[in-house]
């Protein structure tokens, strides 16, 4: 029969896959000599066929179990089930990858009535075993059957009540007993089945339980969000518990050996005395810093800190680690890579680097590009901030600047920001439970519950902002509302800013700026220039989008929409006259007015970009968001052209489009009205000629959207050779222009060959290609998307990840038809899938010249280029050798 269980000595940690990500790594530890508590581990095998017979679990592995518990007890000198001496073990789930706090695990299992007697006389410490059991009575009922814990936690705080105590800590050993036969008389009621008094019957509920929550919804909800595979299955582990709720020098804490939010090198961590590892994480008990722990116990602090290092050391990351310490013995419960923000994630990925610890290009390939969003939003404005109200303040969870409408329940916070709005989710505490809502809203604000708190953890792993233990104010999530320690009382909807760097809670919306970048962030991107092969450039339309590219490493400009230029409102008249002009004459006039205009955008763009390309596409302008509706706009626009309403609006009738998205756009314009591209090119030319005089370098890019046709492209460009040449040779500069074309139709893609004789560039616009290659329309796609990808008909959303085989294939397709007859021709990318990590390896492979993306995404856009490029490259070294 097939192995499925392993002692802790048997693994290693690249065996996650089998044993799960938190066994491998207690077998690790067990192996580098470190105080991990002896056990086994189910391996996740065993999960899968328990999956495959329905939910059985078999005799076969039961046994096996059972031998690994015979040598667990010969191990610890212990007996499971001893009214003496009993043995009692965790069972704990482990996931190949980390899925913090979404699945179970049962403590103190083994305990009975009998046991309990056998651990008090052990321990010489009967409040703390019977608070064992009480515990174990309420996880192994919440875990195994679903009882609400609320249940158990009412008559706990009904008998705290009662005896007048503030703290668990104050009950008595008679309490704890009365307390306990309290607990077993909810099990009786809730499951109509006496607390199971058998140690081998509890085991075997609780590996069940363990491999059941895999498929819980809460975990299902994660692995969504996480894109994590559901074919894993977890891996139990079983393991002998330590006490850290056995008195003054007992206790739990969980360790980060770099800081989670800053990534600054320095041990960061929580410590709760007395208590037992779940406290912690639950943000029930707010915690004390870590260094309260080297006042009071140097010894166990300093080997906290040294087997810190050797983790970090061990495993060559910043570690998030699990450690109980009973009666002044320090124990190793856990240790994975830490989960941390992406402005944690690069300074410790470049301070490894500067260690000797690991290379520039493995600190490239541990960021995730899409995580760089967090750090390129905006900040609350410093000047606005000062102004600001405080009203609270907690603990900095998760950094970012947020505003937005408070509600108190996950299911609302969810709904209202499925409506537009924008959401603060405020809680006295978080439970997975509330992982959507928290998903959906902008921030998160809770009032209990330390840096390490469920709130705070999953905060850090969204990218969200988060402040937590906010204990200053006073949240009613049944009445929906909280009163700050001022007495101000907010309900839900009533706006407020939290910033997740300081902590600081504000009344209403507060103002932002930009982003600010760290060293470490330029740095890792040089490295990553070094690497990539893809040029990044930016779709930007102003001067503002340009700067904020280039700030963010753009090396030109992609896209340049001429049509955005028009919809100033001192432009808008000309624009309508230009369209609706009767005569060319009439269009020729509206056309001077719009190219001075124009002149002075393309100036200021070719100042900023300093010798950089810009690629300028001619107008392509949705006609009907120009035309007036108003009444009293057709009325101005009558007087403006001097005509009567009445003609204005037959002539717009004339104008209205069946289908406007396959109408008279793009170069068509051009086809029917020459003069507006002449006029573009005029401005572009002139300008261009301007800058360069002012000995700024120039390199304009003219670009032709929707070209479906050869002979569309060959007029068209006869018209703008002979317009600037009709320019320059008034003067002795010389301007190195290109004139190329978008490709956007399938059309132009299948016939590349032809195109690329009349063009120097191809662009390919993915937008309009992804629409009219599918044949639907991006804005009308939301209505049955989502069942398309339900039914797995689309894995991604192809308007945001490129559809490699379809489009991918037309794309390929006119690479290689257009290389045939332009050796010369560049190539780019245009378009939303310009930004997109999955999109860019594609368009790496495909060996384009460049992709173009929104500014925000220029960092984005950078990393993943580095990425696929080293990703190729291992690929080829592996196909070498
Ligand atoms: P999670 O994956 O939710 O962190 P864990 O399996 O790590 O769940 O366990 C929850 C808590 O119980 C942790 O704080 C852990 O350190 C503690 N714990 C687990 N096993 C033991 C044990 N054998 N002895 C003492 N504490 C334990
Ligand atoms: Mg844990
Ligand atoms: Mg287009």
Redesign the pocket.
């Known amino acids: 029969m097939k192995k499925l269980v392993y002692q802790f000595h048997e693994g290693r940690k690249e065996m996650k896959l089998l044993l799960g990500g ?1 066994g491998a790594n207690l077998s690790e530890m067990t192996n580098i000599g470190l105080p991990v ?1 002896p056990g086994f581990i189910i391996s996740t095998d065993a999960c899968k066929l328990y999956n495959e017979q329905s939910s059985r679990l078999s005799n076969e592995l039961f046994t096996e179990v059972l031998t690994h518990m015979t040598q667990l007890e010969k191990k610890t000198g212990k007996q499971f089930g001893s009214a003496k001496n009993p043995l009692l ?2 069972v ?2 482990g996931a190949p990858i980390s899925m ?2 979404m ?1 179970d ?1 049962i ?1 103190n299992l083994g305990l009975n009535d009998r046991a309990v007697q056998g651990l008090i006389q052990l321990t010489n410490d009967a409040r703390s075993s019977l608070d064992s059991y009480r515990r174990f009575i309420q996880m192994f009922g919440d875990v195994v059957f679903g009882i609400p814990s609320q249940l158990f936690e009412d008559t706990l705080s009904l008998i705290k009540k009662k005896k007048g105590y503030l703290l668990d800590t104050e009950l008595t050993p008679e309490d704890l007993e009365n307390l306990i036969l309290h607990y077993q008389s909810i099990y009786l009621k809730e499951t109509r089945r006496s607390f199971p008094q058998e140690p081998k019957q509890q085991l075997k509920l609780a590996i069940q339980a363990v491999f059941d929550s895999w498929m819980n919804p809460r975990a299902v909800i994660y692995r969504r969000l996480h894109e994590i595979n559901s074919n894993f299955g977890t891996a139990v582990n079983i ?4 006490f ?1 709720n056995t008195g003054k020098t007992s206790g ?1 804490g969980i360790a980060f050996t770099r800081n989670p939010s800053t990534g600054e090198k320095a041990i960061f961590g929580e410590f709760l005395w007395n208590a ?3 406290d ?2 639950s943000g029930i008990r707010t915690p004390e810093k870590i260094d309260k722990l080297k006042e009071q116990m140097p010894n166990v602090y300093k080997k906290l800190i040294s087997t810190c290092e050797q983790l970090e050391n061990h495993y060559n990351d910043m570690q998030d680690i ?1 450690f ?1 310490i009973e009666k002044g013995n320090l124990f190793i ?2 240790t994975r890579n830490g989960k941390r923000t992406a402005k944690a994630a690069i300074q410790i990925a470049t301070d490894l680097v500067h260690e000797g610890k690991i290379s520039k290009d493995e600190a490239i390939m541990r960021i995730k590009p899409k995580e760089l969003n967090q750090l390129l939003h905006p900040t609350f404005d410093p000047e606005a901030l000062a102004n600001g109200k405080v009203i609270a303040s907690g603990l900095p969870a998760s950094p970012g600047a947020r505003s937005g409408k408070i509600y108190f329940e996950a299911s609302q916070a969810v709904t209202r920001a499925e409506h537009g709005t924008k959401v603060i989710l405020v809680r006295n505490e978080t439970s997975p439970e509330d992982i959507e809502g928290m998903a959906k809203s902008e921030a998160i604000l809770t009032a209990h519950g330390g840096m390490t708190s469920h709130a705070a953890v999953v905060a850090r792993g969204m990218g969200k902002c988060c402040v937590a233990g906010c204990s200053e104010i006073i949240i009613d999530e049944a009445a929906k509302e909280m009163i700050t320690a001022n007495g101000l009382k907010l309900h839900e909807g009533d706006v407020i800013s939290l910033d997740g760097t300081t902590g600081k809670v504000y009344l209403d919306e507060i103002k932002q700026t930009k982003a600010e970048i760290s060293a470490a962030f330029h740095q890792l991107m040089e490295w990553g220039n070094q690497r990539k092969k893809l040029n990044i450039y930016v779709n930007a339309d102003t001067p503002n989008d340009l700067d904020t590219a280039l700030h963010f490493g753009a090396e030109g400009v992609g896209l340049c929409r001429t049509e955005h230029m028009f919809f100033h409102e001192d432009r808008l008249p000309y624009v309508r006259q230009m369209i609706m002009a009767t005569s060319t004459t009439n269009r020729k006039k509206a056309l001077a007015h719009l190219k001075s205009m124009q002149k002075e955008d393309f100036s200021q763009l070719f100042r900023i970009a300093s010798g950089r390309p810009i690629t300028i596409r001619l107008l392509d302008p949705p006609l009907h968001e120009f035309l007036p509706k108003d009444p009293k706009d057709i009325a101005n626009l009558a007087k403006e052209m001097g005509l009567t309403t009445l003609e204005i609006n037959a002539h717009l009738n004339g104008l209205t489009e069946v289908n406007p998205m396959l109408g008279h756009r793009g170069c068509r314009l051009a086809i029917t009205y020459p003069e507006i591209y002449m006029m573009q090119t005029e401005a572009i030319i002139e300008s261009a000629i301007a800058v360069s005089s002012e000995s700024f370098p120039v390199q304009p890019e003219i670009m032709i959207p929707l070209i479906a046709t050869k002979k569309e492209l060959s007029l068209i460009t006869a018209d703008i050779q002979e317009t600037a040449k009709n320019r320059l040779e008034r003067t002795s500069i010389t301007i190195p222009f290109k004139i190329g074309t978008m490709i956007e139709t399938p059309r132009a893609c299948i016939t590349a060959d032809k195109i690329a004789t009349e063009a120097q560039f191809f662009s390919f616009g993915t937008n309009d290609l992804t629409q009219l290659t599918f044949g639907f329309s991006r804005d009308d796609a939301s209505k049955f998307l989502p069942d398309y990808e339900q039914k797995e008909i689309f894995v991604n959303d192809p308007f945001t990840t490129i559809d490699q085989e379809g489009v991918g294939g037309l794309i390929e397709m006119a690479i290689i038809k257009g290389k045939i007859t332009n050796p010369k021709l560049k190539m780019g990318i245009c378009g939303e899938h310009g930004g997109d990590p999955a999109s860019i390896h594609f368009f790496h492979k495909l060996g384009l010249h460049y992709v173009s993306c929104s500014p925000y995404r220029v960092p984005i856009a950078r990393l993943a280029a580095a990425q696929a490029a080293l990703m190729d490259q291992t690929q080829t070294t592996l196909q070498e050798s």
């Open positions: 938190k508590p073990v965790s704990r789930s913090p706090g699945m695990t403590l393991q002998a518990m330590v850290g739990t037992q590892g779940e912690v994480v699990e109980t419960l856990q």
